[in-house]
């Protein structure tokens, strides 16, 4: 969490020059001594923020200092697909919300300055309720154990409510999909045919994620 921050501080100092240390606690919600204590993060890894103080001090990035560190990792990557499918709650689907608040501020702080304070913010000018794809809060937990058994290649154990006996069998997922008003996931025994099951179908208490 605290990695992420250093780098929302780093580019928002890079994209939008000074910033009180109120700014940027107000921007990330946080306080503006954790802001500080950030910021002394920074200069000893190596990144040059300089405190100005006064009337017209601040925090800014000295020495020409710039960070070519705008591309996107896997996760985020992810992120943006599942934007682009699902709306901005997306990422949330399977787990990945602070990598898809990672992509929107990248996004968003590549635009140039003057672009981007003329361009209004969506969220204050339109309200837009959440999806019925995720109906309860079992759901949303099965579909993100699925989603990152898949990411990192990983078996789950699980119980489907229809096997009379008791214990859990292993199986590899492979497909998370969505598809009318509920959600299915195909899975791969360790010997069997693969199978296409709905999330209702499975025991909850019963899944676990194992390397």
Do not use: C
């Not at 100092?13 to 009180?20: E, V």
């Not at 992120?79 to 499918?85: G, Q």
């Not at 702080?109 to 995720?134: F, G, K, W």
């Amino acid at each position: 969490m605290r990695a992420s921050r250093l780098l929302k501080i780093l580019l928002l100092l890079q994209n939008r020059g000074k910033q009180t240390a109120q700014q940027l606690a107000k921007e990330l919600e946080v306080s503006p001594r954790t802001i500080m204590r950030d910021v002394d993060a920074l200069n000893e890894a190596g990144v040059p923020v300089v405190s100005q103080r006064g009337n017209v001090g601040g925090l800014e990035l000295g020495f020409g200092y710039r960070t070519r560190l705008t591309g996107l990792d896997d996760d985020q990557i992810t992120a943006l697909d599942l934007m682009l499918a699902y709306g901005r709650e997306g990422p949330a689907l399977f787990g990945l919300e602070e990598a898809g608040e990672a992509v929107r501020l990248k996004l968003r702080e590549s635009i140039p300055s003057r672009q981007r304070e003329n361009a209004p913010q969506i969220d204050d000018v339109m309200t837009v309720q959440r999806t019925a794809l995720l109906a309860s809060s079992d759901e949303a937990q099965l579909v993100s154990a699925f989603a990152d058994a898949i990411r990192h290649k990983k078996s789950v154990r699980l119980k489907l409510k229809s096997d009379q006996k008791l214990g859990r069998k292993v199986f590899w997922p492979e497909h998370v999909s969505y598809e009318a008003t509920e959600w299915f996931v195909r899975l791969r025994p360790h010997n069997g045919p693969v199978q296409t099951v709905s999330l209702a179908q499975i025991d909850i208490v019963h899944i676990h994620a194992s390397a």
